[in-house]
Antibody, heavy 120, light 109 residues
Framework: EVQLVQSGGGLIQPGGSLRLSCAAS????????MSWVRQAPGKGLEWVSS???????FYADSVAGRFRTSRDNSKNTLYLQMNDLRVEDTAVYYC??????????????WGRGTLVTVSS | SSELTQDPAVSVALGQTVRITCQGD??????ASWYQQKPGQAPAVVVF???SRPSGIPDRFSGSSSGSTATLTITGAQAEDEGDYYC????????????FGGGTKLTVL
């Protein structure tokens, strides 16, 4: 079955670190662009980061320098390492697979999301 | 960075047609994709590209684009279409950065 299974998340104090995982099945994460998207409570969607099908990563300004996306090819898993967490990083974090074309892209597969709460 | 602007809320009578718009300069360069999200669920794409739908999405959902505005049209809205709708495209910087609209809450009356 083609799916993304997420793990990690939880309650963390401001300034702390946390790593989210997104295990893919039914396809290889090395062959696809993969992204992280978050949604603060009661708010809209926010794109966070993308990892292309090579070795390039891209980040939103709001997380650049604090978050790092990586991939373990042997485990077919995408990670989001989140450092120096802030209260405003509190959100449900989704991993998503991208379908990329020259003039458009879209997220064609989503994980179920995992909640990260940053609070003292 | 670029922004995409959506109306916060729209309502439609059952069976009628509703249009949800998304405005942004980068829509002159790239097509938008549209996502439906229901409470407690992950988003799901309903329209992408020029006017394509994933398998399983009813043909009452369609997309169009003109200049800096993308439009999602639901022709003959059903009760199950109620939810939040988000547009998404690439940032206009030329890098692989994403941007979402603020979302439109659709109420079917």
């Amino acid at each position: 079955e083609v799916q993304l299974v997420q793990s990690g998340g939880g309650l963390i104090q401001p300034g702390g670190s946390l790593r989210l995982s997104c295990a893919a099945s039914g396809f290889s994460v090395t062959s696809k662009f993969m992204s992280w998207v978050r949604q603060a409570p009661g708010k809209g969607l926010e794109w966070v980061s993308s990892f292309n099908n090579g070795d390039r990563t891209f980040y939103a300004d709001s997380v650049a320098g604090r978050f790092r996306t990586s991939r373990d090819n042997s485990k077919n898993t995408l990670y989001l390492q989140m450092n120096d967490l802030r209260v405003e990083d509190t959100a449900v974090y989704y991993c998503a697979r991208e379908f990329v074309q020259l003039s458009y892209w879209y997220f064609d597969l989503w994980g179920r999301g995992t909640l990260v709460t940053v609070s003292s | 960075s670029s922004e995409l602007t959506q109306d916060p809320a729209v309502s439609v009578a059952l069976g009628q047609t509703v249009r949800i718009t998304c405005q942004g300069d980068n829509l002159r360069l790239y097509y938008a994709s549209w996502y439906q999200q229901k409470p407690g669920q992950a988003p799901a794409v309903v329209v992408f590209g020029k006017d394509s739908r994933p398998s399983g999405i009813p043909d009452r959902f369609s997309g169009s684009s003109s200049g800096s505005t993308a439009t999602l049209t639901i022709t003959g809205a059903q009760a199950e279409d109620e939810g939040d709708y988000y547009c998404n495209t690439r940032d206009s910087s030329g890098n692989h950065l994403g941007v979402f609209g603020g979302g439109t809450k659709l109420t079917v009356l």
